[in-house]
């Protein structure tokens, strides 16, 4: 077998690992026992998660496919994008990067063409998603804090113009990786994908891309949140309102009904009717979507943030495999989400698992 040297390009580009030694990696010869049954305790439990976000995605595009209301409806177009992108994310996975943790340079030479073109895919549907986790956060932004304008900004048309230009800008952020300069590529002896070179302008593009996203999601969260506890005190406020309106005309008629009849007729019933409801109230159905949502970014922020800090506070491959088995969890949390939280596409979940089954 020809012996495969290790560039230090090929090391991830946070940090070069020094308490590991590069003599390991030179070749699938010199590959210990431990290491091997290293190999085989990755590739077992990225299958598991796999096969469940691979699964759980296309039974939540089975459910909503056979409800429709749900498919009709412009926000649950934004989970049947992202559950697209996941289940193209998890199919690449499952046929490159599974089989080259397992197999190698059997499988996979580093700075082949295939290795190239399978992560510019697998780049191409996770910026996709990343936009579609910013559209979606702006999304629930309009439906919550300017109800009266959702349907105008997100009717049928523009919606899904919205969720083809996302994939449009994903394409064109993922494009530079085809070329020399900016590759990024699967390191199977390390468990993560790397820049190569190390040293990329790349890297600053996909930082900003990410970042962009988080600060959407976090401004409209916040924005979100602030509104909907303005609005449970206001309705808080009014029914306490509307609770002493009516038990303090009761009391005083059991004290004194004809001295306080005429007042109570002329003044505090009158004014039972004078108290309004809060306006713009937020509706449970579309809290339970907040909710839903918000859960699928906070996923991705703790994916985002591991993968900036996380090198830089262990050097070893098990940091890289925790750092992208976080980012398998982030393909399947976006089914379990809303199978938790949602109950008509937890019933259309599982008839759609009976039929699939």
Known sequence: MRVQHLDLRTIPFHILPTTVSLDKYLSENFRSWEEKRDDCIVVTIWLIMLSYALISNILILIGIGRSSAMRTATSYWFIISLAVCDIVMTIISLVHLVPATAFHSAFLEFHSVRNIIMIFFYDLFWYTAVLQLGLMAFNRFVSIVYPMEYKWLFSPRKSLMIILLGYFLGLMVSLPSLFPCCNT??????????????????????????SLSLVAMIISYAIIIYKVRKSSKAMAKYQLTIRNKVSLPAFFIFLSLHKFKSRMKEESFSNIYIVQPPRNQVSKKEMRLFIQFFLVSVVFLLTWTTWQWLPHIFESKWAYFVMTSLFFINNSVNPTVYLFFNTQVELLFYKSFFIFM
């Open 185 to 210: 590529l699967w390191n199977s002896y390390f468990y993560i994908t790397v820049y190569d070179p190390m040293d990329t302008w790349y890297k600053y593009i996909d930082m900003c891309v990410n």
